[in-house]
C-alpha cells in the first residue's frame, strides 16, 4: 500500500476546533479522529444502500428463492392467467 505524503485542506477555526474537540473525546490524535469518522459514515452510507431485509414470512423462504426451475415470472405468459378473475 502506498502512502500519501501529504493531504491538505483549508478549515475554518471553527471546522478546526471541532476536530480537535472530537480527537480529545476519542483520546486520539486529529488525524485519527478524521479517518474514524470517514469510515463510520462510509460504513452508513454502505449500510443504507443494501436491501432491505426481508420481512414477514417471506423472510422465512428466503432460502428456497431461485432454487425451483420455472418462468421467472408467471405473469408474463398469458397463459398462466387463463381463467384467473372467473367464477
Do not use: W
Not at 471546522?15 to 480537535?20: A, N, V, Y
Not at 470517514?38 to 431485509?53: C, F, G, I, S, T
Amino acid at each position: 500500500m502506498s502512502v500519501e505524503k501529504h493531504f491538505g485542506m483549508r478549515l475554518t477555526p471553527h471546522e478546526r476546533r471541532q476536530i480537535e474537540r472530537l480527537a480529545r473525546l476519542r483520546a486520539t490524535t486529529m488525524k485519527e479522529a478524521v479517518l474514524e469518522a470517514v469510515q463510520r459514515r462510509l460504513e452508513e452510507l454502505e449500510k443504507e444502500m443494501q436491501p432491505p431485509a426481508p420481512q414477514g414470512r417471506l423472510k422465512d423462504a428466503v432460502h428456497l428463492v431461485g432454487c425451483f426451475e420455472g418462468p421467472e415470472d408467471l405473469s408474463t405468459n398469458p397463459d398462466y392467467l387463463e381463467g384467473y378473475g372467473r367464477s
